[in-house]
T-cell receptor, first 111, second 114 residues
Framework: QKEVEQNSGPLSVPEGAIASLNCTYSDRGSQSFFWYRQYSGKSPELIMF????GDKEDGRFTAQLNKASQYVSLLIRDSQPSDSATYLCAVKGTGGFKTIFGAGTRLFVKA | DTGVSQDPRHKITKRGQNVTFRCDPI?????LYWYRQTLGQGPEFLTY????????KSRLLSDRFSAERPKGSFSTLEIQRTEQGDSAMYLC????????????FGPGTRLTVL
């Protein structure tokens, strides 16, 4: 079992729709959870992070965390073509400061 | 520009040669990370520094890889006797000294080993 798992996609949504990206993790003691956006050929860019159960909203983005189910998600409202990218889920585990990344989900927003 | 910077942005080398990459973190960040990313994969952790101390190193990192952060500011990553399998994007990230450990990435160094 991979430590951080994401559906590779591609996930295709029409412009203006809600995009839902999901991630599961194996370390039950994980403390911090991150979503990064990565455009092709570029480095990852931090979108938001969450550390307690529930929802956290930042503009069009909402992160959701359920530690009991070891599940974290990212919702993108009013999706725009410029949101088309790979979205990486990352998890900071219990030991040290090592952060484990998933392989990412590719999102396409159709105009 | 106060972001993370990396140099060079691209490096082409022949198998067996040594290469060195540099990373300058955001100035107030104490933590510095190196990652390797190949096509279709997420960044893979290589090593972590807290100021000048190297506190974690991936077991995947062979003896050919070494990293330093001598004065707790910039860091270097050296790969000795490069192999074709070392071709990848090498990413540096830094983070402030906070419990959440959010990391900010530099633009990366793309290495091609011929």
């Amino acid at each position: 079992q991979k430590e951080v798992e994401q559906n590779s996609g591609p996930l295709s949504v029409p412009e203006g729709a809600i995009a839902s990206l999901n991630c599961t993790y194996s370390d039950r003691g994980s403390q911090s959870f991150f979503w990064y956006r990565q455009y092709s050929g570029k480095s990852p860019e931090l979108i938001m992070f969450i550390y307690s159960n529930g929802d956290k909203e930042d503009g069009r983005f909402t992160a959701q965390l359920n530690k009991a189910s070891q599940y974290v998600s990212l919702l993108i409202r009013d999706s725009q073509p410029s949101d088309s990218a790979t979205y990486l889920c990352a998890v900071k585990g219990t030991g040290g400061f090592k952060t484990i990344f998933g392989a990412g989900t590719r999102l396409f927003v159709k105009a | 520009d106060t972001g993370v910077s990396q140099d060079p942005r691209h490096k082409i080398t022949k198998r067996g040669q040594n290469v060195t990459f540099r990373c300058d973190p955001i100035s107030e960040h104490n933590r510095l990370y190196w990652y390797r990313q190949t096509l279709g994969q997420g960044p893979e952790f290589l090593t972590y520094f807290q100021n000048e101390a190297q506190l974690e190193k991936s077991r995947l990192l062979s003896d050919r890889f070494s990293a330093e952060r001598p004065k707790g500011s910039f860091s270097t990553l050296e790969i000795q006797r490069t192999e074709q399998g070392d071709s990848a994007m090498y990413l540096c990230a830094s983070s402030p000294d906070r419990v959440y450990n959010e990391q900010f990435f530099g633009p990366g160094t793309r290495l091609t080993v011929l």
